[in-house]
Nanobody, 124 residues
Framework: VQLQASGGGLVQAGGSLRLSCAAS??????MGWFRQAPGKEREFVAA????????NYAESVKGRFTVSRDNAKNTVYLQMNSLKPEDTVVYYC????????????????????WGQGTLVTVSS
């Protein structure tokens, strides 16, 4: 499975961005977004299951970010609203062939494939 993320860029605080991640190859039953700042641990952001569309969000983004997917395109999206300067990091998409329970969707170890990352910069 290859993952191609796009949509990062520069935005002012309070603005919005939409990230996309297209998966090629095998069906990805669980897809997620993580982010990582330099020198810090990778942080879970959001994830969604192919079947039923169940989602999981980090507390820090609930109410601001929305994860969705287009199963026909095997693509996952992350709509980010009300962006804050602390959201400035590299965002990575991830995919797994397994349909994980909601609680397991937040673990990096649940995912087998990772995209190359896309940088989001939020200016104050």
């Amino acid at each position: 499975v290859q993952l191609q993320a796009s949509g990062g860029g520069l935005v002012q605080a309070g603005g919005s961005l939409r990230l996309s991640c297209a998966a090629s190859g095998r069906t990805s039953n669980t897809m997620g977004w993580f982010r990582q700042a330099p020198g810090k641990e990778r942080e879970f952001v959001a994830a969604i299951r192919r079947s039923g569309g169940s989602t999981n969000y980090a507390e820090s983004v609930k109410g601001r970010f929305t994860v969705s997917r287009d199963n026909a395109k095997n693509t996952v999206y992350l709509q980010m609203n009300s962006l804050k300067p602390e959201d400035t990091v590299v965002y990575y998409c991830a995919a797994s062939g397994r349909t994980w329970v909601i609680s397991a969707m937040s673990y990096g170890s649940s995912y087998d494939y990772w995209g190359q990352g896309t940088l989001v910069t939020v200016s104050s």
